[in-house]
């Protein structure tokens, strides 16, 4: 069974995925921060988020949960998920954080692939981890412009 709905009447959300390799670290971060952001841009109909790894981890990475603290968010209670090959067929962004997925390719699926080389905040240090977690929200930010904007003229050609 699929993460992803549509809207009763309305076109389907605009799909997101972040995805890594165990789902501990980055694309969490980047999940929580983008939820953040549909929120403050008041996009919470209109945007789905999702996350997920290839071989997930057990538990997202203390440091991460740690650094995401520090900003204003939790996400202790999160767990690493496996990825859905559905969740590829039905997103719009599909957003990769620096590791080696060889499972897929997702330009394969008609997406918007887009690939952020960003350090591994497994077992690195605390300024490493906040250094990766500012960058993931600056990144974020610019990916709701996008997607703000891909909203917008859809809402114009309708």
Do not use: K
């Amino acid at each position: 069974m699929t993460a992803w709905t549509d809207r009763d009447g309305g076109p389907p959300p605009v799909r997101v995925i972040f995805l890594c390799v165990e789902n501990a670290g980055r694309s969490q971060m980047a999940t929580a921060f983008a939820e953040r952001e549909r929120e403050r841009r008041g996009l919470d109909d209109l945007v789905e988020i999702h996350s997920a790894g290839t071989h997930p981890a057990d538990a997202v990475y203390e440091a991460v949960v740690d650094a995401v603290a520090e900003a204003g968010l939790d996400v202790s209670d999160r767990t690493p998920r496996l990825l859905e090959l559905s969740e590829l067929e039905a997103a719009d962004y599909v957003v990769t954080m620096g590791c080696y997925v060889r499972e897929f390719d997702p330009m394969r699926f008609g997406v918007d692939a887009r690939e952020w080389d960003l350090p591994d905040p497994a077992g690195a240090p605390p300024a490493v981890v906040r250094d990766a977690r500012d960058e993931v929200e600056a990144r974020v930010v610019e990916l709701f412009d996008d997607v703000e904007a891909r909203l917008a003229d859809a809402s114009r050609r309708t």
